[in-house]
Protein backbone atom coordinates (compact mmCIF):
# COMPACT_ATOMS: atom_id res chain seq x y z
CA UNK A 1 0.00 0.00 0.00
CA UNK A 2 2.74 2.71 1.11
CA UNK A 3 5.44 3.41 -1.20
CA UNK A 4 7.62 4.26 1.75
CA UNK A 5 7.41 1.14 3.76
CA UNK A 6 11.51 0.95 4.74
CA UNK A 7 10.37 2.38 7.44
CA UNK A 8 7.59 2.89 10.09
CA UNK A 9 6.53 6.71 9.99
CA UNK A 10 3.76 7.51 13.04
CA UNK A 11 3.31 3.66 14.41
CA UNK A 12 -0.20 2.80 14.58
CA UNK A 13 0.89 0.64 17.78
CA UNK A 14 1.82 2.00 21.10
CA UNK A 15 4.85 -0.14 22.82
CA UNK A 16 5.07 -3.25 23.91
CA UNK A 17 5.93 -2.67 27.91
CA UNK A 18 2.89 0.14 27.89
CA UNK A 19 0.31 -3.07 27.27
CA UNK A 20 2.48 -4.63 30.18
CA UNK A 21 1.33 -1.93 32.58
CA UNK A 22 -2.29 -1.50 31.22
CA UNK A 23 -2.76 -5.40 32.32
CA UNK A 24 -0.56 -4.57 35.94
CA UNK A 25 -2.62 -1.49 37.04
CA UNK A 26 -5.29 -4.19 36.85
CA UNK A 27 -4.08 -5.98 39.84
CA UNK A 28 -4.68 -5.21 43.69
CA UNK A 29 -2.02 -3.49 45.30
CA UNK A 30 0.42 -3.76 41.66
CA UNK A 31 3.03 -1.41 41.03
CA UNK A 32 5.18 -1.41 37.68
CA UNK A 33 8.95 -1.30 36.99
CA UNK A 34 10.12 -0.77 33.43
CA UNK A 35 13.67 -2.20 33.37
CA UNK A 36 15.34 0.45 30.93
CA UNK A 37 16.01 4.05 30.35
CA UNK A 38 14.25 6.39 32.05
CA UNK A 39 11.82 7.77 28.78
CA UNK A 40 10.42 4.83 28.16
CA UNK A 41 8.39 5.28 31.53
CA UNK A 42 7.85 8.91 31.14
CA UNK A 43 6.37 8.84 27.91
CA UNK A 44 4.07 5.69 28.76
CA UNK A 45 2.92 7.15 31.90
CA UNK A 46 2.14 10.26 30.21
CA UNK A 47 0.39 8.54 27.19
CA UNK A 48 -1.94 6.25 30.02
CA UNK A 49 -2.21 9.61 31.80
CA UNK A 50 -3.68 11.60 29.01
CA UNK A 51 -5.95 8.62 27.88
CA UNK A 52 -7.62 7.74 31.41
CA UNK A 53 -6.96 11.67 32.97
CA UNK A 54 -5.61 9.85 35.86
CA UNK A 55 -2.37 9.68 37.89
CA UNK A 56 -0.14 7.31 36.55
CA UNK A 57 2.85 5.95 38.34
CA UNK A 58 5.47 3.39 36.61
CA UNK A 59 9.20 3.15 38.27
CA UNK A 60 12.16 3.10 35.82
CA UNK A 61 15.21 1.26 36.46
CA UNK A 62 17.03 4.20 34.57
CA UNK A 63 19.29 2.80 32.84
CA UNK A 64 22.80 4.57 31.36
CA UNK A 65 25.49 4.63 29.26
CA UNK A 66 27.21 2.85 32.00
CA UNK A 67 24.23 0.35 32.44
CA UNK A 68 23.95 0.02 28.54
CA UNK A 69 27.89 -0.70 28.43
CA UNK A 70 28.26 -3.40 31.65
CA UNK A 71 24.66 -4.20 32.00
CA UNK A 72 21.77 -3.11 34.08
CA UNK A 73 21.57 -5.46 36.92
CA UNK A 74 22.54 -3.08 39.90
CA UNK A 75 20.28 -0.77 38.49
CA UNK A 76 17.30 -3.29 38.52
CA UNK A 77 18.26 -4.06 42.14
CA UNK A 78 17.99 -0.66 43.21
CA UNK A 79 15.30 0.20 41.31
CA UNK A 80 13.04 -2.76 43.18
CA UNK A 81 14.47 -1.26 46.41
CA UNK A 82 12.91 1.87 46.05
CA UNK A 83 9.56 0.74 44.79
CA UNK A 84 9.76 -1.42 47.73
CA UNK A 85 10.09 0.88 49.90
CA UNK A 86 8.09 3.67 48.56
CA UNK A 87 5.07 2.38 47.41
CA UNK A 88 4.97 -0.79 49.48
CA UNK A 89 3.12 -3.09 47.20
CA UNK A 90 2.23 -6.50 47.16
CA UNK A 91 2.86 -7.49 43.47
CA UNK A 92 5.80 -5.82 41.17
CA UNK A 93 5.37 -6.18 37.30
CA UNK A 94 9.22 -5.50 35.57
CA UNK A 95 8.45 -5.34 32.03
CA UNK A 96 11.85 -5.03 29.74
CA UNK A 97 12.49 -1.84 27.25
CA UNK A 98 14.56 -2.12 24.39
CA UNK A 99 17.78 -1.02 25.63
CA UNK A 100 17.31 -3.97 28.69
CA UNK A 101 16.39 -6.67 26.21
CA UNK A 102 19.23 -5.33 23.50
CA UNK A 103 21.88 -5.31 26.51
CA UNK A 104 20.51 -8.72 27.02
CA UNK A 105 20.00 -8.77 30.90
CA UNK A 106 18.81 -11.81 32.04
CA UNK A 107 15.74 -10.45 33.64
CA UNK A 108 14.63 -13.72 35.77
CA UNK A 109 18.50 -14.58 37.13
CA UNK A 110 18.39 -10.59 38.61
CA UNK A 111 15.26 -11.52 40.56
CA UNK A 112 16.37 -14.39 42.19
CA UNK A 113 19.69 -13.16 43.07
CA UNK A 114 17.75 -9.56 44.33
CA UNK A 115 14.84 -11.88 46.56
CA UNK A 116 17.93 -14.22 48.13
CA UNK A 117 20.00 -11.11 48.92
CA UNK A 118 16.51 -9.39 50.48
CA UNK A 119 15.03 -12.69 51.83
CA UNK A 120 11.92 -12.64 49.88
CA UNK A 121 10.31 -15.56 49.52
CA UNK A 122 7.58 -17.41 47.21
CA UNK A 123 4.47 -16.89 49.52
CA UNK A 124 1.63 -15.13 48.17
CA UNK A 125 0.80 -14.30 51.85
CA UNK A 126 3.80 -12.96 53.61
CA UNK A 127 6.26 -11.72 50.53
CA UNK A 128 6.34 -9.46 47.69
CA UNK A 129 5.41 -11.00 44.16
CA UNK A 130 7.86 -10.14 41.45
CA UNK A 131 6.94 -10.68 37.81
CA UNK A 132 9.50 -10.05 34.84
CA UNK A 133 7.48 -9.97 31.13
CA UNK A 134 9.95 -9.72 28.11
CA UNK A 135 8.51 -6.87 26.61
CA UNK A 136 11.38 -4.97 23.93
CA UNK A 137 9.09 -3.16 21.65
CA UNK A 138 10.83 -3.77 18.34
CA UNK A 139 9.13 -7.29 18.64
CA UNK A 140 5.61 -6.86 19.05
CA UNK A 141 3.10 -4.17 20.34
CA UNK A 142 0.91 -2.87 23.07
CA UNK A 143 -1.06 -5.99 22.75
CA UNK A 144 1.05 -8.87 22.64
CA UNK A 145 2.25 -6.70 25.99
CA UNK A 146 -0.91 -6.79 27.98
CA UNK A 147 -1.30 -10.61 26.60
CA UNK A 148 1.90 -11.43 27.67
CA UNK A 149 1.50 -9.81 31.26
CA UNK A 150 -1.53 -11.76 32.32
CA UNK A 151 0.20 -14.71 31.03
CA UNK A 152 2.84 -14.31 33.54
CA UNK A 153 0.76 -12.90 36.44
CA UNK A 154 -1.95 -16.01 36.44
CA UNK A 155 1.43 -18.57 35.89
CA UNK A 156 2.85 -16.80 38.67
CA UNK A 157 -0.31 -17.28 41.22
CA UNK A 158 -1.17 -20.57 39.87
CA UNK A 159 2.19 -21.93 40.56
CA UNK A 160 3.11 -20.17 43.69
CA UNK A 161 2.73 -21.63 46.92
CA UNK A 162 0.36 -20.16 48.69
CA UNK A 163 -3.11 -21.00 50.90
CA UNK A 164 -5.64 -20.42 48.21
CA UNK A 165 -3.36 -23.36 45.98
CA UNK A 166 -3.04 -25.75 49.24
CA UNK A 167 -6.71 -26.24 48.50
CA UNK A 168 -7.39 -27.55 45.21
CA UNK A 169 -11.20 -27.01 45.85
CA UNK A 170 -13.80 -25.96 42.72
CA UNK A 171 -14.94 -22.51 43.47
CA UNK A 172 -17.68 -22.58 41.10
CA UNK A 173 -16.48 -19.25 39.51
CA UNK A 174 -16.15 -18.11 35.92
CA UNK A 175 -12.86 -16.41 34.53
CA UNK A 176 -13.10 -13.67 32.26
CA UNK A 177 -10.07 -12.50 30.39
CA UNK A 178 -10.24 -10.00 28.02
CA UNK A 179 -7.14 -10.14 24.78
CA UNK A 180 -7.34 -6.00 24.91
CA UNK A 181 -7.73 -3.00 27.25
CA UNK A 182 -11.17 -2.04 27.63
CA UNK A 183 -12.42 1.16 28.97
CA UNK A 184 -13.29 1.51 32.57
CA UNK A 185 -17.03 1.81 31.73
CA UNK A 186 -16.55 -1.67 29.75
CA UNK A 187 -15.28 -3.12 32.32
CA UNK A 188 -17.87 -2.05 34.79
CA UNK A 189 -20.52 -2.91 32.35
CA UNK A 190 -19.22 -6.63 31.95
CA UNK A 191 -19.24 -6.99 35.88
CA UNK A 192 -22.65 -6.10 36.03
CA UNK A 193 -23.94 -8.71 33.36
CA UNK A 194 -21.91 -11.22 35.91
CA UNK A 195 -23.13 -10.26 38.74
CA UNK A 196 -26.76 -10.92 36.89
CA UNK A 197 -25.78 -13.98 35.44
CA UNK A 198 -23.02 -15.65 37.02
CA UNK A 199 -22.82 -14.75 40.49
CA UNK A 200 -19.38 -15.27 41.10
CA UNK A 201 -16.38 -14.51 38.68
CA UNK A 202 -12.89 -13.18 38.25
CA UNK A 203 -12.44 -10.42 36.51
CA UNK A 204 -8.87 -10.34 35.13
CA UNK A 205 -7.35 -7.41 34.82
CA UNK A 206 -10.36 -5.13 36.66
CA UNK A 207 -8.90 -1.64 35.57
CA UNK A 208 -12.96 0.03 36.74
CA UNK A 209 -11.34 1.47 39.52
CA UNK A 210 -7.70 1.75 39.08
CA UNK A 211 -8.05 3.74 35.64
CA UNK A 212 -11.39 5.56 36.57
CA UNK A 213 -10.98 6.17 40.79
CA UNK A 214 -13.33 8.90 42.63
CA UNK A 215 -11.57 11.77 43.91
CA UNK A 216 -10.37 11.52 47.65
CA UNK A 217 -7.93 13.51 49.90
CA UNK A 218 -5.58 11.42 50.81
CA UNK A 219 -4.27 10.07 47.09
CA UNK A 220 -2.92 6.67 47.95
CA UNK A 221 0.25 5.96 45.93
CA UNK A 222 -1.15 2.92 44.74
CA UNK A 223 -4.48 2.96 43.39
CA UNK A 224 -7.66 1.00 45.30
CA UNK A 225 -8.85 -1.82 43.35
CA UNK A 226 -7.86 -3.78 40.97
CA UNK A 227 -8.36 -8.02 40.99
CA UNK A 228 -7.44 -9.22 44.32
CA UNK A 229 -4.42 -11.34 44.27
CA UNK A 230 -6.53 -14.45 46.32
CA UNK A 231 -8.85 -14.52 43.29
CA UNK A 232 -6.27 -14.40 40.43
CA UNK A 233 -4.84 -17.53 42.90
CA UNK A 234 -8.23 -18.83 42.79
CA UNK A 235 -8.24 -19.03 38.92
CA UNK A 236 -7.31 -23.00 38.69
CA UNK A 237 -9.87 -23.97 40.52
CA UNK A 238 -12.42 -22.13 38.71
CA UNK A 239 -15.23 -23.75 36.60
CA UNK A 240 -13.98 -22.11 32.86
CA UNK A 241 -12.61 -19.21 31.38
CA UNK A 242 -14.01 -17.28 28.74
CA UNK A 243 -12.26 -14.93 27.24
CA UNK A 244 -12.77 -12.08 24.69
CA UNK A 245 -10.96 -11.79 21.52
CA UNK A 246 -10.93 -14.22 19.02
CA UNK A 247 -8.04 -12.49 16.92
CA UNK A 248 -5.10 -12.30 19.10
CA UNK A 249 -4.22 -16.05 21.18
CA UNK A 250 -5.66 -15.97 24.66
CA UNK A 251 -2.22 -17.04 26.86
CA UNK A 252 -3.72 -17.03 29.88
CA UNK A 253 -6.68 -18.65 29.12
CA UNK A 254 -5.28 -21.24 27.12
CA UNK A 255 -2.67 -22.11 30.47
CA UNK A 256 -5.37 -22.59 32.57
CA UNK A 257 -6.88 -25.20 30.51
CA UNK A 258 -3.76 -27.01 29.44
CA UNK A 259 -2.12 -26.84 32.98
CA UNK A 260 -5.09 -26.57 35.34
CA UNK A 261 -7.52 -27.78 32.96
CA UNK A 262 -9.90 -25.33 33.37
CA UNK A 263 -11.97 -25.37 30.34
CA UNK A 264 -11.69 -22.36 27.88
CA UNK A 265 -14.12 -20.81 25.54
CA UNK A 266 -13.22 -17.59 23.48
CA UNK A 267 -15.64 -14.95 21.87
CA UNK A 268 -14.89 -11.82 20.33
CA UNK A 269 -15.44 -8.41 22.01
CA UNK A 270 -18.95 -8.39 22.95
CA UNK A 271 -19.53 -4.85 20.34
CA UNK A 272 -21.99 -4.81 18.32
CA UNK A 273 -25.06 -7.18 18.08
CA UNK A 274 -24.06 -10.57 16.96
CA UNK A 275 -21.34 -10.31 19.31
CA UNK A 276 -22.81 -9.26 22.22
CA UNK A 277 -25.46 -12.28 21.07
CA UNK A 278 -22.33 -14.63 21.32
CA UNK A 279 -21.32 -13.33 24.58
CA UNK A 280 -24.50 -13.88 26.16
CA UNK A 281 -25.27 -17.39 24.73
CA UNK A 282 -21.94 -18.48 25.59
CA UNK A 283 -22.68 -17.19 29.42
CA UNK A 284 -25.77 -19.51 29.63
CA UNK A 285 -23.90 -22.72 28.05
CA UNK A 286 -21.37 -22.44 31.01
CA UNK A 287 -23.61 -20.79 33.88
CA UNK A 288 -26.88 -22.48 32.28
CA UNK A 289 -28.76 -19.62 33.65
CA UNK A 290 -31.02 -17.80 31.35
CA UNK A 291 -30.55 -14.32 29.73
CA UNK A 292 -32.41 -11.75 32.37
CA UNK A 293 -35.36 -9.66 31.63
CA UNK A 294 -33.40 -6.73 31.47
CA UNK A 295 -30.73 -7.75 28.96
CA UNK A 296 -33.30 -8.96 26.56
CA UNK A 297 -35.18 -5.41 26.58
CA UNK A 298 -32.06 -3.77 26.05
CA UNK A 299 -31.40 -6.60 22.64
CA UNK A 300 -34.99 -4.79 21.58
CA UNK A 301 -34.02 -1.25 22.12
CA UNK A 302 -30.77 -2.14 20.23
CA UNK A 303 -32.42 -3.79 17.24
CA UNK A 304 -34.98 -0.76 17.57
CA UNK A 305 -32.59 1.76 16.90
CA UNK A 306 -30.12 0.27 14.06
CA UNK A 307 -33.67 0.55 12.07
CA UNK A 308 -34.03 3.54 12.80
CA UNK A 309 -30.66 4.33 11.97
CA UNK A 310 -30.25 2.49 8.91
CA UNK A 311 -31.66 4.92 6.55
CA UNK A 312 -28.82 7.24 7.71
CA UNK A 313 -25.90 4.32 7.90
CA UNK A 314 -26.68 2.30 4.78
CA UNK A 315 -24.21 2.02 2.45
CA UNK A 316 -21.92 4.50 4.41
CA UNK A 317 -18.05 4.14 3.38
CA UNK A 318 -16.01 3.44 6.52
CA UNK A 319 -12.47 3.17 7.67
CA UNK A 320 -12.00 1.36 10.97
CA UNK A 321 -8.49 0.98 12.55
CA UNK A 322 -6.72 -0.12 15.93
CA UNK A 323 -6.16 -3.04 17.96
CA UNK A 324 -6.87 -5.79 16.36
CA UNK A 325 -9.67 -7.71 18.18
CA UNK A 326 -11.26 -4.43 18.82
CA UNK A 327 -11.42 -3.70 14.73
CA UNK A 328 -13.05 -7.40 13.86
CA UNK A 329 -15.72 -6.60 16.72
CA UNK A 330 -16.27 -2.99 15.39
CA UNK A 331 -16.42 -4.15 12.11
CA UNK A 332 -18.44 -6.81 12.14
CA UNK A 333 -21.05 -4.07 13.77
CA UNK A 334 -20.11 -1.93 10.84
CA UNK A 335 -21.11 -4.65 8.87
CA UNK A 336 -24.62 -5.28 11.09
CA UNK A 337 -25.78 -1.53 10.60
CA UNK A 338 -25.35 -1.86 6.92
CA UNK A 339 -21.95 -0.10 6.40
CA UNK A 340 -19.33 -0.48 4.10
CA UNK A 341 -16.00 -1.07 6.02
CA UNK A 342 -14.17 -0.26 2.61
CA UNK A 343 -10.74 -0.04 4.82
CA UNK A 344 -10.48 -2.45 8.10
CA UNK A 345 -6.60 -2.09 9.37
CA UNK A 346 -4.77 -2.60 12.51
CA UNK A 347 -0.88 -1.25 13.50
CA UNK A 348 -0.60 -4.69 15.37
CA UNK A 349 1.33 -7.90 13.12
CA UNK A 350 -1.41 -10.36 13.61
CA UNK A 351 -1.22 -13.38 11.43
CA UNK A 352 -5.16 -14.14 11.79
CA UNK A 353 -6.34 -10.46 11.65
CA UNK A 354 -7.09 -10.80 7.61
CA UNK A 355 -8.43 -14.30 7.67
CA UNK A 356 -10.78 -13.43 10.50
CA UNK A 357 -12.25 -10.20 9.00
CA UNK A 358 -12.43 -11.69 5.37
CA UNK A 359 -14.52 -14.27 6.88
CA UNK A 360 -17.06 -12.30 9.04
CA UNK A 361 -17.04 -10.05 5.34
CA UNK A 362 -18.48 -13.44 3.89
CA UNK A 363 -20.39 -14.50 6.62
CA UNK A 364 -22.72 -11.33 6.41
CA UNK A 365 -21.92 -9.09 3.18
CA UNK A 366 -20.16 -11.25 0.71
CA UNK A 367 -20.32 -8.75 -1.84
CA UNK A 368 -18.43 -6.37 -0.18
CA UNK A 369 -14.69 -6.30 -1.27
CA UNK A 370 -12.62 -4.72 1.69
CA UNK A 371 -9.12 -3.41 1.94
CA UNK A 372 -7.52 -5.60 4.95
CA UNK A 373 -4.19 -4.62 6.32
CA UNK A 374 -1.77 -5.47 9.36
CA UNK A 375 1.52 -4.05 10.93
CA UNK A 376 0.37 -0.03 9.02
CA UNK A 377 1.94 3.07 10.53
CA UNK A 378 -0.59 5.75 10.30
CA UNK A 379 1.73 6.86 6.72
CA UNK A 380 0.53 3.83 5.26
CA UNK A 381 -3.01 4.15 6.59
CA UNK A 382 -3.38 7.80 5.46
CA UNK A 383 -2.11 6.29 1.33
CA UNK A 384 -5.29 3.82 2.18
CA UNK A 385 -7.64 6.11 2.74
CA UNK A 386 -6.31 8.07 0.00
CA UNK A 387 -7.15 5.09 -2.54
CA UNK A 388 -10.43 4.25 -0.43
CA UNK A 389 -12.33 7.19 0.03
CA UNK A 390 -13.93 6.73 3.02
CA UNK A 391 -16.47 9.06 4.07
CA UNK A 392 -15.96 8.36 8.01
CA UNK A 393 -12.85 6.79 9.96
CA UNK A 394 -13.85 4.84 13.34
CA UNK A 395 -10.83 4.33 15.30
CA UNK A 396 -8.21 6.23 18.36
CA UNK A 397 -7.49 9.80 18.22
CA UNK A 398 -3.96 9.37 16.64
CA UNK A 399 -5.88 9.27 13.40
CA UNK A 400 -7.32 12.76 13.98
CA UNK A 401 -4.67 14.48 11.67
CA UNK A 402 -6.13 12.08 8.28
CA UNK A 403 -9.50 12.89 9.04
CA UNK A 404 -8.04 16.82 9.53
CA UNK A 405 -6.68 16.59 6.62
CA UNK A 406 -8.36 14.96 4.41
CA UNK A 407 -12.14 16.54 6.20
CA UNK A 408 -13.27 13.13 7.27
CA UNK A 409 -15.49 12.77 10.57
CA UNK A 410 -13.37 10.95 13.37
CA UNK A 411 -15.66 8.55 15.76
CA UNK A 412 -13.19 7.72 18.61
CA UNK A 413 -13.11 4.56 19.91
CA UNK A 414 -10.24 2.69 21.26
CA UNK A 415 -6.84 3.79 22.94
CA UNK A 416 -5.44 5.90 23.32
CA UNK A 417 -7.78 9.32 22.90
CA UNK A 418 -5.62 12.06 24.05
CA UNK A 419 -7.76 15.32 22.29
CA UNK A 420 -10.87 14.85 24.20
CA UNK A 421 -11.97 14.09 27.75
CA UNK A 422 -14.10 11.31 28.47
CA UNK A 423 -12.16 8.10 27.05
CA UNK A 424 -12.71 6.10 30.63
CA UNK A 425 -16.29 6.24 29.97
CA UNK A 426 -17.02 5.49 26.61
CA UNK A 427 -19.32 2.26 26.65
CA UNK A 428 -18.92 0.31 23.50
CA UNK A 429 -19.57 -3.21 25.11
CA UNK A 430 -22.92 -5.25 25.67
CA UNK A 431 -26.14 -4.17 24.26
CA UNK A 432 -26.27 -0.63 25.63
CA UNK A 433 -22.57 0.26 24.52
CA UNK A 434 -23.62 -1.08 20.77
CA UNK A 435 -26.58 1.69 20.86
CA UNK A 436 -23.98 4.11 22.24
CA UNK A 437 -21.96 3.69 19.83
CA UNK A 438 -24.60 3.48 17.09
CA UNK A 439 -25.94 7.23 18.26
CA UNK A 440 -22.37 8.62 17.67
CA UNK A 441 -21.58 7.34 14.55
CA UNK A 442 -24.97 7.88 13.66
CA UNK A 443 -25.12 11.36 15.12
CA UNK A 444 -21.26 12.26 13.36
CA UNK A 445 -22.80 11.01 9.87
CA UNK A 446 -25.76 13.60 10.20
CA UNK A 447 -23.35 16.64 11.33
CA UNK A 448 -21.23 15.68 8.35
CA UNK A 449 -24.17 15.06 6.07
CA UNK A 450 -26.39 18.39 6.85
CA UNK A 451 -23.43 20.42 6.66
CA UNK A 452 -22.92 19.20 2.69
CA UNK A 453 -26.59 18.82 2.45
CA UNK A 454 -28.14 21.75 3.71
CA UNK A 455 -28.46 24.11 0.53
CA UNK A 456 -30.15 21.05 -1.45
CA UNK A 457 -32.34 20.59 1.06
CA UNK A 458 -33.25 24.47 1.10
CA UNK A 459 -33.90 24.30 -2.32
CA UNK A 460 -36.08 21.40 -2.39
CA UNK A 461 -38.09 22.85 0.72
CA UNK A 462 -38.40 26.24 -1.67
CA UNK A 463 -39.34 24.28 -4.35
CA UNK A 464 -41.68 22.49 -2.69
CA UNK A 465 -42.92 26.36 -1.39
CA UNK A 466 -43.58 27.29 -4.31
CA UNK A 467 -45.93 24.20 -5.86
CA UNK A 468 -47.63 24.61 -3.12
CA UNK A 469 -48.18 28.33 -3.75
CA UNK A 470 -49.54 27.01 -7.32
CA UNK A 471 -51.59 24.39 -5.93
CA UNK A 472 -53.07 27.17 -3.79
CA UNK A 473 -53.31 29.81 -6.26
CA UNK A 474 -54.99 27.07 -8.75
CA UNK A 475 -57.81 26.35 -6.19
S1 LIG B 1 10.37 1.94 21.52
FE1 LIG B 1 11.53 0.87 23.14
S2 LIG B 1 13.05 2.39 23.83
FE2 LIG B 1 11.45 3.51 22.71
S3 LIG B 1 9.95 4.14 24.28
FE3 LIG B 1 9.26 2.18 23.46
S4 LIG B 1 10.10 0.66 24.84
FE4 LIG B 1 11.26 2.55 25.19
Not at 228 to 239: H, Q, T, V
Not at 256 to 279: K, Q, R, W, Y
Not at 311 to 331: E, I
Amino acid sequence: MTKRNYATVNPCVMCQPMGSALAFKGIENTMVLYHGSQGCSTYMRLHLAHHFREPVDIASSSLSEKGAVYGGRENLKKGLRNVINRYKPKVIGVATTCLAETIGDDVPAIIREFKEEEGIGDDLEKDIIIIPVSTPSYGESHVSGYIKALDAVVRKFAETPGEENAAKIPNGKLNLIPTESLSPADVRELKEILEVMAGDYIFLPDICETFDAPLRDDLPKIASGGTPLSEIADMPNSRASLGLGIVSKNLALRYLEEAHEVPGFDVPIPIGLSNTDSFFTELVNIIGCPIPEKYQKERGRLLDAMVDVHKYLYGVKAAVYGDPDTVFSLTTFMLELGMNPVLVATGSKSRDFEKRIKQIFKEIRPELEPVVLDGIDFDSLNDAVSECSPEILIGNSNGRYIAKARDIPLVRVGLPIHDRVGAQRILTVGYKGAMELLDRITNTILEATDTFTAPVQIESYADQGEKDDCVEGAQ
